[in-house]
Each structure stands twice: as C-alpha cells, then as structure tokens.
C-alpha cells in the first residue's frame, strides 16, 4: 500500500470505501453509491438519530491513536448516544473530511476499524461523505437506530428517589489520556494498567446490550452516557428531570487502572472518575421499586456491571457525600468543546 | 452582538442553537437536548438517509460567503439527494467544527440560514454535535427522510429508451463561482445576471417537489441530483443503470446568467451547462410512455421546468450529438473533491 489520499479521485475513494464496507445488513434496502440510503424501519418503534464527530488535535492526535482506533471511536461515541436511548443501531453514516497528506493506508484502516465495529454492533455503512480537509482530520458519524415509543430512556424521566446507577469503571479512560498527553508512550515497556487504561480511552466499548436491556425491561426511567464525565452527567439529568441528587463518592466504581496511575501522574482517581468523559459508560435513573429487574437486565445483557452510586432527590442541587461530609457538586465534568 | 466562539462553553453553544432551532414538527417526538432524537417514522414507508458536508476553502470561502448562506447550502445539498430519490424531509442533524475566531454573530446566522431552510421544507433540526476545530470551519449535515418503498428514485431504474430530462437551467452556479474566483465582487455595482449566478451558486433551491412529484406519479424509472454536474451526473446514472446515453447539446437548458457570463469570463456556457455541479438541479430516465405523466408531474409540482436533453441507450457509451456530430462524452464532471 502506498500513496496518499491526494493520489486518488473522490469517486475512486468512495469506491475504495464500498469495497471496505461488508455486507450491508437485511434492513438495508440501499446502501452505500446512490444519493441516499434506504432503510427499513422497525414496525412500531421511533427512528432515533444522533451525531457526533471526532476532530484531529482535540478529539485525538494522529501520532498517537491508530488509524483504525479513530474509525472504532468514531462510531463507538455515537452508538453511546443509542445506548442512552435504550436503542438498537440500524445504520451508520461517515462523513471524511481528509487532508492531502493522509496515507491511503490509515484512510484504510480508519474504515476498517470503524466497519468492524459497525459489523459487530448491527450498524452498517450505508453511506456518508468524502471531503478534503485544508486542515485537520475530522471524522463526524451519524448513527440511526430504532426504540420502541414507550421504551426510550430520554434525560427527563427521573422521580426524586430514584436510584443512580452507573455502568462499569470509571475514570480508566482519563487517565489514559493524561498518560498519553504526559509524553510518548513507549506500547512495549508499559505497565498493563497504564496499557488498559489508555485502551480504554482510545477504543471504549459502547454500552449497547445494557442500554437496550434496561429500557426492554422498563427497569430503568432514564439514562444519559458519560460523555461528559459523570458529574455533567449526573447534573444533565438532574436538570432535564427536575431533580436534585446526591451521590456517595465511596461507592464510585473506580478503575484500578485509575487508581493505579494517579499516584504516577500525581492525580486524584476519585477526580478521574468524576470528571472522565472518555468512558463512554452509561447512568441510570431507577425506581426501587424496579432495583432487581434492573440489575437482572444488566445481568442479563452481559457486559458490564452497574454500581449505586446515589439517588435522585426532591431538591435542585447536586450534592456529594464525602464521609461525614455534603458537599455542593461543582460541575467539573470534562467537556469535550 | 460581539465575542467569538472561544468565548463561550460547549453547553451555552448548544443552548444558543436551541433557542434559534425552532418549533419542532409533530413528528419530532424528541429533539435537540437529548443523547439521540427520536422522530416518528411514516408508516410503510422506508426511512431515507444522507449527508454531506461543506468545508471552509474547499467548498466556500468565509470572506466571499454569508454565514446565513453557508447554512443554508448545508442543508439544500443534503436536501437535493432527498429530493433525487424521490423523498420527503423529515429531520436534519448539524455537526459543526467551529475555529475559535468564528464570531459568535456568524454561528447565530449561520444556524438562522439553515433553520430558515429547514423550516420551510419540513425537515427540523433535531440535533448534532458541535466541536472546536483547529482549522476550517465543517458543516456536516445528515438528513433522514421518507419514501415509499416502491416509489423511491435509485439510480440503477433507468433503461434504454428512456427519455433524460434535467430541471431547471444549467451554468449559472459554476459561472457565479468562476466570478467569484476571478476577484473580489463589488455587489452594489455588479450586473443582475452576476448577481443571480452568484447567487444560484450561494443558496442552491433543493428540487424536493418537483422529485416527490415525479416519484408519487411513478412517472420517473431513475434520478440523480447534478451535484456532479451534468456530465457526471449521466455518467452515473447510465452506469448504475447498465445503459449507455446520448446527449443533445443543443437541447440543454442553458442559464442566461452563464451566457451572459460565459463571454465577460471567457468560458464556454455549454460546457459551463455540462461541468457546473453546484446547480443542484435533477436528472430523471422517464419512460416514453410515461412523457405526459412526468411533464404533467414537474408542472404540478410548481417550482421549476424540465427539459428533454436526449436519451438512453442499449449500449454502455455516453455520446454527445453537436450538431452533425456525435462525440464521445469525456467526464468532464465537477467532482467536489
């Protein structure tokens, strides 16, 4: 493989691009090279759409993310977005904008990344957008997914004595890009945590079977992902509820990973886990009442764990038990802007 | 209004976009605010998808273009794929890379030109992403839209014989850029056929009635839009298609903006008619027998006229009939890229 994407016309990248991008599924009636593609709806349920873009030197820096960790990202980010919906990928739309001096081979492997995850997720390519870029690398990805009217998790449905529960561990992700900005990463001579950590950042894993279990069980009133860390999360969905909340920092899954290398880097993990918007986990509003279908969905869906880490209250602030303490939560919640 | 975009934070960015997005349509069941939207589908009709995007010094310069204008195209390019297919708008989502120099008044217009578009054609902003970007400012919309499954417009219908008609009048956009391009344009004092070629190729009219009309008809068997140009656009067409083509050159619809144009530019109108891609008119295969229907559907669908250019053919060649002469068609196509 050699050349750059200057080497190439638009209509022969696109063809490139088809080449790469797998069976379209049943539910694509039209893919990829016509004006538009067309798909089926599923009987009954809503079409839920979102969109989001990765942007070279904010968003990731080409020297130190894989060509195909991008493409992974890219797509992963948004199928977050779905899970938060309690929704099932129909397909995916990529729009490129490509500087000149992109090797053919990481144009490749972009694609290929973001198609293995698409395969694996039931969200095929079904078309999109090249571009030339006079500057950075921006990879921007719109996914359209199906939920059942009455089964979206939107933002807005928690109740004051709702629980909080979070998926996973947080704070990993974060403290692998505080290791990656810290300085060049030598991949071989790394600590296992330190290489969990930055993977985590590079290619989290979309909370997709959780999302949906949950809202399929109506186990859950609401959900948001931790895009922007849990504390913009947490205060996301308090204001879209009407709510107050009040979180146990004890009970915070943190990630060994994090743990592990925020004494090295001279961070707080408890921080890391707060603010981290790279985990891509998922938070939920549960009713008590609902606490053991939720967390047999969440077992059920076999993914990942969730955590109580508080409740929804009648109030308006947020606020963070520390020990004895109750503290005011500052929104520190990592945006990505 | 002062600041620029480096001055306010993600969230109080897409609260400002918020509050200029509009009333929502009935069928947005969920908009902007939320991980996804959610947006009712039509029922037993297939949804509809696309996207493109505009990119700072590749497709518009922010020193000869209003912001409302930049805008405004980056929904009317994605609405002409509807519009190809045969489709109705139903929702758009904007992803932004936005330098932080962008005055802030600039992102206000530019959101104004695309609602004022999506407002009038049906197809409400339900969400996207805003990003910062270290280089040109990207506009990439995606659109969803609807059509019935044995309505839709692909591009592979067409078959030989049938009749190629294209809307509208081809040239003025390429020639409004060309003068664009050839130095600063004074707009008090230029002519009013530059103006209106500036213009066709500034805030392009998407074909959307003039598209559904001819699919609901089925008086169409195929349609591209010509964001390619025209020559591309048959070159496209035929080879999805399996046929070949031949064009009357004398038949094409030539703007008098770029006849007028063509002799102060020095340029050649016809070829400004078969290259330019940014007229965003469309190209229809129609069936002999379905010539009244589809004239009748065009007139019905009020917003431009058709013109017969020539035909389809059994073999796989695009031929050009100039005068006694029959050449072959060269791809001459503007590509964006």
Redo the contacts between chains.
């Keep these: 493989l050699s050349g750059t994407i200057a080497t190439v016309?638009?209509?022969a990248?696109v063809r490139r691009l088809h080449a790469r991008a797998g069976r379209p599924a049943a539910a694509v009636?039209?893919g990829i090279?016509?004006?538009?593609?067309?798909?089926?709806?599923v009987r009954g349920?809503?079409?839920?759409?979102?969109?989001?873009?990765l942007?070279?030197?904010?968003?990731f820096r080409r020297r130190w993310t894989a060509a195909a960790d991008i493409g992974h990202k890219a797509l992963a980010v948004n199928l977050?977005?779905?899970a938060?919906?309690g929704?099932s990928p129909?397909?995916c739309?990529?729009?490129l904008?490509l500087p000149i001096d992109l090797p053919l081979s990481d144009f490749d492997a972009l694609i290929d990344g973001l198609v293995s995850l698409a395969d694996r997720t039931g969200c095929p390519l079904?078309?999109?957008?090249?571009?030339?870029?006079?500057?950075?690398l921006?990879a921007?990805v719109?996914?359209?997914?199906s939920?059942h009217?009455r089964r979206?998790l939107?933002?807005?449905g928690g109740r004051p004595g709702d629980d909080l529960y979070v998926t996973g561990l947080l704070g990993g992700a974060l403290a692998g890009l505080r290791l990656l900005q810290a300085g060049p990463l030598d991949r071989e001579g790394a600590s296992p945590e330190a290489i969990a950590a930055v993977r985590r950042y590079e290619v989290p894993t979309p909370r997709l079977r959780t999302g949906r279990s949950a809202a399929r069980q109506a186990a859950a009133r609401a959900?948001?992902?931790l895009s922007d860390g849990l504390a913009g999360a947490v205060t996301q969905l308090t204001e879209?509820s009407g709510t107050g909340a009040i979180l146990d920092l004890a009970a915070l899954p943190v990630d060994p990973a994090a743990l592990d290398l925020a004494g090295t880097l001279g961070l707080d993990a408890v921080e890391l886990a707060l603010t981290g918007g790279e985990d891509y986990e998922l938070l939920f509003a549960v009713p008590p009442r609902r606490r053991r279908a939720f967390e047999a969905a969440v077992k059920r869906a076999g993914e990942t764990t969730a955590t109580r880490i508080g409740r929804m209250t009648a109030g308006k602030s947020v606020r963070v038990a520390t020990g004895d303490m109750l503290e005011l939560l500052t929104n520190k919640g990592f945006?990505?802007?």
């Design positions: 016309d638009e209509r990248l009636v039209l090279g016509d004006d538009a593609a067309l798909v089926e709806p349920e809503l079409v839920v759409l979102a969109a989001d873009s942007v070279e030197d904010v968003h977050s977005d779905l938060a919906m929704a129909r397909a739309l990529l729009s904008a079904v078309g999109g957008n090249l571009a030339r870029s006079p500057g950075p921006v921007d719109t996914v359209a997914g939920v009217r979206a939107t933002r807005a959900a948001i992902d879209a945006t990505h802007f």
